[in-house]
């Protein structure tokens, strides 16, 4: 990541609470998603995990929202998953079934089997993504949207700080024990998510203000695993509420 260019396109929306975030979020996602549909006739976006993107999920399985996107020309992937089974709690994919996927007429969908074993899963994983991409040996998906989230020590998908995906070049899809988590992940690894045509973030809460500045800070050297998401040919746009911007 440090050969890509300094000049990134750069976006930040800050909004009252989760609500008006999730609304300004689907906005984006909407018109990515035409713009992709238009250019190549599908609109391949990855998912991630955890609290933060679900009033985004509920929004867009709504009624305000379920009738405006074409989701038979939407293929949905994950950012990153927890090695549990698809029912369990903790599933990223179980989350976005749900509370989005069970209530839309989407039909194209390629999960992270996080009930299999973490190494034959990630390889898995990788080889449909490459089929379904027709990749070469050496060539990197370009996915149209990234939707990620980020913890209080900077971690996005699962990529962690003083993880050894941070360094991680060759593979897609890795799998890797999070000892401050005790369990296994799998998740895309950074130049998959680099290679984007979009990356959105979405953060909430006051707590997460300092490690929010750290990471928008663009001219300083990356050091958090949110940090080093810095799209060479694409958008970068944070989608945060007051207190993330404001720490109060």
Request: proline share 7%; glycine share 6%.
């Amino acid at each position: 990541m440090s050969g890509l260019s300094r000049s990134i396109h750069l976006t930040v929306h800050i909004h009252k609470d989760p609500a008006a975030m999730a609304e300004r979020a689907a906005h984006i996602l909407a018109a990515a998603c035409e713009e992709a549909i238009a250019d190549r006739g599908v609109f391949r976006i990855a998912l991630s995990g955890g609290q933060t993107p679900t009033p985004l999920f509920r929004l867009l399985a709504g009624e305000d929202w379920a009738d405006r996107l074409p989701w038979d020309k939407m293929t949905f992937y994950w950012v990153d998953e927890r090695c549990v089974g698809p029912d369990h709690p903790d599933s990223n994919y179980g989350l976005a079934r749900r509370e989005l996927l069970s209530m839309v007429p989407a039909t194209h969908f390629f999960r992270m089997r996080g009930e299999e074993d973490p190494v034959e899963a990630a390889v898995k994983y990788e080889q449909q993504i490459r089929a379904e991409f027709n990749l070469g040996p050496q060539e990197l998906p370009r996915f149209d949207f990234m939707l990620l989230g980020m913890g209080e020590d900077g971690h996005t998908g699962s990529i962690f700080p003083n993880s050894p995906a941070l360094a991680e070049r060759k593979r897609l899809v890795i799998d890797q024990y999070v000892p401050e988590r005790k369990a296994d992940r799998l998740t895309l690894t950074l130049p998959v998510i680099n290679n984007a045509r979009c990356c959105m973030f979405l953060v909430t809460g006051k707590e997460k203000h300092d490690v929010l500045s750290r990471a928008l800070n663009l001219l300083a050297e990356p050091t958090l695993p949110a940090q080093k998401v810095r799209p060479g040919f694409g958008e970068l746009i944070w989608v945060v509420d007051e207190a993330a911007a404001r720490g109060e």
